[in-house]
């Protein structure tokens, strides 16, 4: 007997099942909005695994990827939405920004089950652009590609890369520049900035609107707390510590933690002016749009905390319905938020430096190990791969003392971490390999970012791009082949300044 269906030719599955959640909320919080087509897009770059993580076509949109990634096409399912926010800027409030140039397209449940959007950066005008053009131009888009593949790499909470199209159009700066469309995955899009834009017209329905959502969404374990927004400003907290920990842990340096930039799902978003920092110096700043240093590699913890403070006040009239109790609830979680980002940061630097067990000395012994890197101009990345070596070997020291300009100092520090580690249950080779799974071999130095980037925008040569991703990808090997990538800049391949992606 046949199948009753037999003769039935089922539609091909769409390459994204969609699910578009946010989309679904009330329209104060979105703008509805069609990427605009560009004129001859070509696909860069496609990221396959994580197409397969997240439970779509990965062949289909290949086929396709050009006008998917574009915004040329527009698949069946997507709802595209410019989310509106608004932010801090280098400390001023900005009532509305939203996304300028940022297409949400819809969410899709990954493999693991869990909701991730996929959006489109660069994609054209949206009611938030402001002055600006909506778009993005090639340069900003590898950065972010290599940096937040590298990021998830090192294993910290971050944005993805799905796919790098150029457009075939020019974008204009200062310069004409070759244009891309971006596309990223994140946990969500919902920024403290997020929270603001509604705080900020007075509309705490809203605001409660968006901490139910968020609390379903990214916190649903603290759903049936006692006062669940007080929880919700805890988790973020909590998440923002640890975070800006692993931050600190790499050397890495965001660059523009405006409270736009800053997630509440705990994911490092918006890689802009972001770098990772060569010789270690905590007052080390990138950015050019960042003259006073506010978002110094050592300062992030301080303004971590800082932008938390500015989430607590949107939550007030959640927490309690007497201000003042509000206040001191809010007030009682920020401040615990830095003795969260201290317990992360010293457990983080603990197992950098080969630790398994607490001792109250440990505190000192890393702190006079950055004293001298910093005196000595010590490569931070290098320093503790090295260090690894050392646990493992003791003829290995020597390459770990050239890192240092006088060698003395160091030596007289590396008695005295012996000496920890006599109190130390693990065997070196055990404690060699724990600590090759904290300090990578291989970041993204700037100057390797802007050599991929000059090649691309100069030469139409994505050849550095490529190999910087696949060196990248395994950050905490050591692979033979690729060592110039381990080693910091020569003077003159230096970079002084990272720049916006505008
Ligand atoms: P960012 O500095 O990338 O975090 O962006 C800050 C704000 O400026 C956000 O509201 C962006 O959407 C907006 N923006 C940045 N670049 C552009 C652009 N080229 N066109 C329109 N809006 C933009
Ligand atoms: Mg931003």
Known sequence: MSSPLRDITLPAAAPIAFDNSYARLPPQFFAEQAPTPVRAPRLIQFNTAL???????????????????????????????????????????????????????????????????IQLKGAGPTPFSRRGDGRAALGPVLREYIVSEAMHALRLPT???????TTGEPVYREEPLPGAVFTRVAASHIRVGTFQFFAAR???????????????RHYPHIKDSQNRYLALLEAVAERQAALIARWLHIGFIHGVMNTDNMTVSGETIDYGPCAFMDSYDPATVFSSIDRNGRYAYANQPAIGQWNIARLGETLLPLIDPSIDAAVDLANAVIKAYGERFQGHWLAGMRAKIGLATEDDGDLDLVQSLLAWMQEQGADFTLTFRRLAAVAESQSNEAAFVAG???????TSWLGRWRERLTCEPQTPTKRAESMRLVNPAFIPRNHRIEQAIAAAVEDDDFSLFEALLTVLAKPYEDQQNFAPYAEPPQPAERVLQTFCGT
């Open 404 to 410: 240092f300009n006088a060698a003395e100092s160091v």
């Open 51 to 117: 197409a397969e993580e997240l439970g779509l076509d990965a062949a289909a949109l290949e086929r396709d990827a050009a006008a998917i990634f574009s915004g040329n096409t527009l698949l069946a399912g997507a709802e595209p939405i410019a989310i509106a926010y608004a932010g801090h800027q280098f400390g001023n409030f900005v009532p509305q920004l939203g996304d300028g140039r940022a297409i949400l397209l819809g969410e899709v449940i990954d493999r693991h089950g869990r909701r991730r959007d």
């Open 202 to 216: 007075g509309d705490t329905e809203s605001v409660r609107v968006l901490a139910d959502y968020v609390i379903d």
């Open 159 to 165: 944005t993805r890369a799905l796919a790098a199209v």
